[in-house]
């Protein structure tokens, strides 16, 4: 089991910038990649960024050279700073963890937190 318990949403004009944070307990050696998703109202939940174990990182196209994926491993904690952001970037924003144990991956969720970018 991993618990995640994600801060930093708020609101903000647009241009603005904020960082999130995600601070991961439990199960933590088993923990293979971390992201950060989003869900718009009406929208699917989309990938906005991921950071593997071994420090690769992926993000959308909407988001790169804008958004930033980081983590500090000795406080197991992951982060999102987000930098230029665009009232499209509201949307509320869930820490994910891919834990891999026995052969089974599972994905583990915080609880959201709400990114309100005004225009």
């Known amino acids: 089991q991993v618990q995640l318990v994600e801060a930093g949403g708020g609101l903000v004009q647009a241009g603005g910038s904020l960082r999130l944070s995600c601070a991961a307990s439990?199960?933590?050696?088993?923990?293979?990649?971390m992201g950060w998703y989003r869900q718009a109202p009406g929208k699917q939940r989309e990938l906005v960024a991921r950071?593997?174990?071994?420090?690769?990182?992926n993000y959308a196209d909407s988001v790169k050279g804008r958004f930033t994926i980081s983590r500090d491993n000795a406080k197991n904690t992951v982060f999102l700073q987000m930098n230029s952001l665009k009232p499209e970037d509201t949307a509320v924003y869930y820490c994910n963890a891919e834990h891999y144990s026995a052969w089974v991956l599972a994905n583990y969720w915080g609880q959201g937190t709400q990114v309100t970018v005004s225009s």
């Open positions: 950071i593997t174990r071994g420090g690769s990182t």
């Open positions: 439990g199960s933590i050696v088993s923990i293979v990649a």
